[in-house]
């Protein structure tokens, strides 16, 4: 079978675990029943390991599990007794946030030192003695409150930028006592919390560590010195896991595209080389090709795949059966998971409509539907596909029309732009998944409404799409089109991908923000890369301000541009455009500045495809019986999460 590597056993200290295919501990906010299920549909997808995402050990910083105290144990043995029967083991990451603890949710934050974390603020409490001592004690309770639960053991957290991780840190531990200084006493806070668990809960249960990679602070810890501290703690923990970053640096927490695959592996080299026990490795790994290398090569023994798993739980389990093309692909954009998690509170996946909702909402699609009806679906992109798919899959017969030669629609286009050529992963798996299903496909075919008449659906989905506007139309000025928009050196962001025009491109060049999004950034890389210098001016304050927390869906391209020839000037909106300048201005204010540019793009809001509609409003077309429903851009969102979710729920109930 493929990829027998990972499916082997591996034993970790008291426990073995069935696979190589585990999943390191991630936020949820989920509690109760949703959490249980949300790691249930991984379980039962074949999961080798999961870890509970971190939990607090002190009520100074509480979490959803209440781990301060033993009203925790009755649902970790629930959870764990629903876990068993499909032999995932399960394991609690326990830690204490520090530095990093949001204000709102403790009345002090403490630390190694009054060090303040970058992207929380406020100046912590530098530890006493006998607050160090209080918080070993917590720590030992609260393994022995996970073992007492059932669980299969805990990952102590040293890593990410939290409490056991500041101490460790010469970049944030600037004592001077016997917990500062050297690497010994830096590392004696933790050595005392190691000590203490085993004393309390003893070598039978499991106890692995997660540590830093590179902790990407200037002053910090490097690879090198991660090295020296996992020999140390390498005889007292069953396997060590090891990840990336810290609040300084927060995306490479949580990579996105613009990231590598597996970007993380060189800096673990020195790590896993300088231990024996077994490690877990992380880091924008997404296919079984890639786990299966990195196991062969003993770059890591168990391979953790968190998002590709929020994706499609059902991962294990598809490769096993030699399914691999029917796994449903993470596009690695954090717009859906950790970027509606830390802007909404709720975790949720763009690809995967279940996700964070696995106790109310079928991974897959619901039994087939009790009428077979005839579907006319009208736009091949992510909304149109997912329709198709969706439909198809409860049984219906379904007819999808594409007006160009393509299927895959903006997110085809959006996918040409440099580092963005992963987010076509998922229109291209849905392609594969209507073309498996038998849809009837028409490529280069408007729909008018001779061919409604037609195919005569009984359900009509109208997937249109949007197209970008040419008429000057920006929102600080609705009802004025910018002047000098319909000059021949400006540009549309599909002119610059060659799609419906191509531009002539002649530095220095000026993108104009609009709306916000990732398409103005997509268009100043494309820029940068055809070699000219590029001033991105935004009516919003920063880079990609309306995608969801921009930290981790926007600082890693950010980071990027502005190592380039490239500056940003936020707050200001475009008033006229010459032949060799652009005239910009700042809302409601005097301000006036001219900024030389020689190709000018404006990124603003489309106009969404509504011809068809009219043709079957009512008195039109649909009163034959024929139900018609709107999904994806046409509907005036924007963004590929909404398109595949509307369409998902609208087929999901026909």
């Known amino acids: 079978m493929a990829y027998d590597n990972l499916f082997e056993p591996i034993d970790v200290g008291p426990i073995t675990i069935p696979n190589r295919i585990v999943r390191s501990a991630h936020g949820t906010l989920l509690g109760g029943e949703k959490l249980i299920a949300y790691h249930e549909a991984r379980a039962a997808g074949g999961v080798g390991m999961s870890t509970l995402e971190a939990t607090g050990v002190h009520e100074n910083a509480p979490s959803l599990i209440p781990l301060y105290n033993d009203s925790c144990i009755p649902f970790y043995r629930e959870i764990s007794a629903r876990m068993r029967p499909y032999g995932m083991r399960l394991l609690q990451q326990i830690y204490h946030p520090g530095s990093a603890t949001r204000p709102k949710k403790a009345a002090t934050q403490v630390s190694a030192s009054a060090i303040p974390n970058p992207l929380i603020g406020g100046i912590p409490f530098e530890m006493s003695k006998r607050d160090i001592d209080e918080m070993v004690e917590r720590f030992a309770a609260a393994a022995r409150r996970c073992r007492d639960g059932g669980l299969d053991g805990i990952d102590l957290h040293a890593s990410s930028g939290y409490l056991l991780e500041q101490f460790l840190s010469p970049a944030n531990n600037t004592r001077e006592d016997e917990y500062g200084g050297s690497l010994e006493n830096r590392m004696r806070f933790l050595m005392e919390t190691i000590e203490a668990i085993r004393s309390e809960v003893g070598y039978d249960f499991c106890m692995g560590i997660r540590l830093p990679n590179e902790e990407y602070i200037p002053g910090g810890l490097t690879p090198t010195d991660v090295a020296e501290i996992a020999k140390i703690v390498e005889p007292y923990v069953d396997y060590v896991s090891l990840h990336m970053g810290s609040y300084w640096r927060f995306h490479k927490l949580l990579s996105t595209m613009d990231d590598p695959l597996g970007h993380e592996l060189p800096h673990n080299e020195p790590i896993i080389r300088a231990v024996s026990k077994p490690s877990i490795v992380v880091g924008r790994i997404m296919t079984l090709d890639h786990a299966s290398h990195i196991v062969s090569s003993g770059q890591g023994d168990m391979v953790s795949m968190v998002r590709a798993l929020i994706a499609d739980p059902e991962l294990v389990n598809k490769a096993r059966r030699g399914e691999v093309d029917r796994i449903r692909p993470c596009i690695g954009s954090n717009i859906g998971c950790v970027g509606q998690l830390m802007s909404a509170g709720k975790l949720s996946c763009v690809v995967n409509v279940a996700a964070g909702s696995e106790s109310s909402v079928p991974f897959e699609t619901p039994a087939p539907a009790p009428v077979r009806k005839r579907v006319l679906v009208v736009g091949g992109g992510p909304a149109g596909l997912e329709a198709a798919r969706t439909a198809a899959l409860r049984g219906h017969e379904v007819h999808l029309y594409e007006a160009t030669r393509h299927l895959g629609g903006q997110v085809a286009i959006a996918a040409t732009a440099p580092h963005r050529s992963d987010i076509g992963a998922i229109t291209e798996w849905l392609a594969g998944e209507v073309e498996r ?218």
């Open 437 to 654: 299903l038998g849809v009837t496909i028409r490529l280069a075919t408007m729909v008018d409404p001779d061919i409604v008449a037609e195919v005569a659906p009984d359900e009509l989905i109208i997937a249109t799409g949007s197209t970008p506007r040419r008429d000057g139309f920006h929102v600080a000025t609705p009802i004025a089109a910018i002047a000098g928009h319909d000059l021949s050196h400006v540009y549309t962001s599909w002119d610059i991908f060659g799609f419906g025009g191509r531009a002539n491109i002649e530095g220095p060049a000026l993108v104009y923000d609009d709306t916000g999004t990732f398409e103005a950034i997509s268009v100043a890389d494309a820029l940068l890369e055809a070699g000219v210098r590029v001033t991105m001016v935004g009516r919003h304050d920063s880079i990609g301000a309306n995608l969801p927390y921009p930290p981790v869906t926007v600082q890693a391209a950010k980071e990027r541009l502005l190592s380039g020839d490239f500056d940003f000037i936020g707050g200001h909106y475009v008033q006229a455009i010459t032949p060799d300048e652009v005239l910009v201005g700042v809302p409601f204010t005097e301000r006036r500045r001219t900024i030389p540019a020689r190709t000018v793009v404006i990124v603003s809001y489309n106009h969404p495809n509504r011809e068809l509609i009219d043709y079957v409003a009512p008195g039109g077309i649909a009163d034959g019986g024929m139900t018609v429903h709107l999904v994806g851009d046409v509907t005036g969102t924007n963004g590929i999460m909404p398109a595949i979710h509307q369409a998902s729920a609208v087929t999901r109930e026909m």
